[in-house]
């Protein structure tokens, strides 16, 4: 069942809902504002829209990448496993 969260991100109060249990919302609220704040002190404009897009960009990323990891790691055990079914049958 999804509950309303208050989070506030860049300043900014916002009414959220989710069906994470509010320790995972709070841990998604600080892991945005520490991305934000990271972002935005390492630029010289205070533009909030270029810091939220930069960070979404390099979250984006990161997310692809770990996708393709995990990808690759269920490649690699599809792998082993065929090598185990040969190894028993032989």
Partial sequence: MKRSHAVTIL???LS???SAPTEK???I???VNHRL???GSALSSSDA???LTLALLNTAEELIDLKS???QSGAIDNRIQE???KLETA
């Fill in 11 to 13: 300043g900014r109060e």
């Fill in 16 to 18: 959220v809902r989710s």
């Fill in 37 to 39: 704040l990271q972002i």
């Fill in 69 to 71: 990891r995990q990808g």
């Fill in 83 to 85: 090598i185990i079914r």
């Fill in 25 to 27: 919302v709070r841990e």
């Fill in 29 to 31: 609220e600080s892991f």
């Fill in 49 to 51: 829209q270029l810091v």
